[in-house]
């Protein structure tokens, strides 16, 4: 039991800097950026097509301990972070969020 605690520890850490970086890319860059559909593919699509299933086989199929079931789970992680970096790259993720208001002159703005 200690031993399988030691290994869980292993691939939580292995996998942390994975799951910040994907925090990082939906939450502060996607949605930031106004690209809510995909971020809404990678946070909740993605759990259901790899996360679930991997971990299901894992589980029930491959009968794999714990710490690994674990790991099959994470592929989740993996699968987002490197669906997230490609969408970064493409630069597709950047909308213009500003509205223009009619009435609004800026160049007739005092200045002082």
Not at 15 to 33: D, P, S
Not at 41 to 63: E, K
Not at 97 to 109: F, P, R, S, W, Y
């Amino acid at each position: 039991m200690i031993e399988n605690a030691g290994y869980i520890i292993n691939v939580v850490t292995f996998f942390l800097w994975v799951r910040v970086k994907n925090m990082t890319t939906v939450v502060g860059i996607l949605r930031a950026g106004g690209d809510t559909r995909f971020s809404l593919f990678l946070d909740g699509i993605i759990i259901w097509i790899v996360g679930v299933p991997m971990a299901y086989l894992g589980a029930f199929v491959w009968h794999l301990p714990v710490y690994l079931v674990y790991l099959c789970a994470m592929a989740e992680e993996a699968t987002k972070w490197i669906l997230g970096f490609n969408r970064y790259l493409s630069r597709k993720w950047i909308n213009n969020l500003t509205v223009h208001m009619d009435g609004l002159d800026t160049e007739a703005a005092p200045t002082e």
